[in-house]
C-alpha cells in the first residue's frame, strides 16, 4: 500500500530563513507521480509542483525549490528566503494509477510551516 | 475564468438532518473528487468520480452520497447516518485519467461544515 509521511508536524522560522520541509513516501510501482499543494489560511489547496517518477531532476521555480531522491523515496521543498505570505499548511501527495479505475492520490499529514516577521 | 466553485462556504446542519455541498467547475474536467479535512489532519477521499452518471467510493463513504448528472456538477449529500460531520469538505476536479496519465487535482475553496 502506498503511504507518505511528513514527520514535520509544525515548523517556524523567521522571516529570510531557508526551510526545508520533508517528505517520504512508501509504493510499490514504478510509475508514479509526486505532488506538492499549499493550504494557506483560506483553506484551498494550491497545487505547486508535479513530478513523475522517471525524471529525477531538482527544479526551481523562483524561490520554490525541488529535490526529488528515489534512491531514499523522498521529494523535499526548500523555501528559499521565506516570507510572511509562504505561512502555510504544505502537503505532499503521491499517485499512483489503479487499472480500470485511474488514479490511486494519497496525501501526507501535511507541515505548518509558520514564518514570523 | 476558469475553476472550481463550492457553496455554501459555511453550512450548519441540525441532528438527523441531509445536507447538500454543491460542487462545480468549469475546467472541463472529466474527474472529480470529494475529500474531508478533520482539525491538522490530512484529506481523506470520500467518493470520486471519473466520468457522468459513474462514481466510486472512496476510504470513507459511510454516511455521505453523490450524483454525478452532470460533467460540470458533483454535489455531495451528508446524511443523518454521518455521525461525526463537522469538518472541512474539498472538492476537486482533473482530467480524465482513462488514458493512463496521471493527472493534476485542483481544489475548490471548500465548505466548512458545523453541526448544531
Known amino acids: 500500500a502506498q503511504k507518505v509521511t511528513q514527520a514535520q508536524t509544525e515548523i517556524s522560522v523567521v522571516e529570510k530563513e531557508d526551510v526545508t520541509l520533508d517528505c517520504v513516501y512508501e509504493?510499490?510501482?514504478?510509475?508514479?507521480?509526486l505532488f506538492w499543494y499549499k493550504q494557506p489560511p483560506s483553506g484551498e489547496l494550491v497545487f505547486l509542483i508535479r513530478?513523475?517518477?522517471?525524471?529525477?531532476q531538482n527544479e526551481i521555480s523562483g524561490r520554490y525549490s525541488w529535490n526529488f531522491q528515489k534512491s531514499t523515496s523522498s521529494f523535499n521543498f526548500t523555501i528559499t528566503a521565506s516570507q510572511v505570505v509562504d505561512s502555510a499548511v504544505y502537503f505532499c501527495a503521491l499517485s499512483e494509477a489503479i487499472a480500470n479505475y485511474g488514479q490511486n492520490f494519497v496525501f501526507g499529514p501535511g507541515t505548518r510551516l509558520s514564518v514570523l516577521p | 475564468d476558469g475553476g472550481i466553485t463550492q457553496s455554501p462556504k459555511y453550512l450548519f446542519r441540525k441532528e438527523g438532518q441531509n445536507v447538500t455541498l454543491s460542487c462545480e467547475q468549469n475546467?472541463?474536467?472529466?474527474?472529480m473528487y470529494w475529500y474531508r479535512q478533520d482539525p491538522g489532519q490530512g484529506l481523506r477521499l470520500i467518493y470520486y468520480?471519473?466520468?457522468?452518471?459513474?462514481?466510486q467510493k472512496g476510504d470513507i463513504a459511510e454516511g455521505y452520497s453523490v450524483s454525478r448528472e452532470k460533467k460540470e456538477s458533483f454535489p455531495l449529500t451528508v446524511t443523518s447516518a454521518q455521525k461525526n460531520p463537522t469538518a472541512f469538505y474539498l472538492c476537486a476536479s482533473s482530467r480524465s485519467f482513462r488514458t493512463g496519465r496521471q493527472e493534476t487535482q485542483y481544489f475548490g475553496p471548500g465548505t466548512r461544515l458545523l453541526v448544531l
Open positions: 513530478r513523475n517518477s522517471f525524471d529525477e
Open positions: 468520480s471519473q466520468i457522468v452518471n459513474d462514481f
Open positions: 475546467l472541463n474536467h472529466d474527474a
Open positions: 509504493t510499490r510501482d514504478t510509475t508514479y507521480y
